[in-house]
């Protein structure tokens, strides 16, 4: 809900939540 308030500010915000899932799912493939 917050990342859609700040998706329309700054572009790049949006991208940092990606990361962190990116980082979840290489934890996962690594366990």
Request: charge should be neutral.
């Amino acid at each position: 809900m917050r990342f859609a308030r700040t998706r329309k500010e700054d572009p790049e915000i949006n991208l940092i939540p990606m990361i962190d899932v990116l980082l979840v799912i290489i934890i996962f493939l690594m366990l």
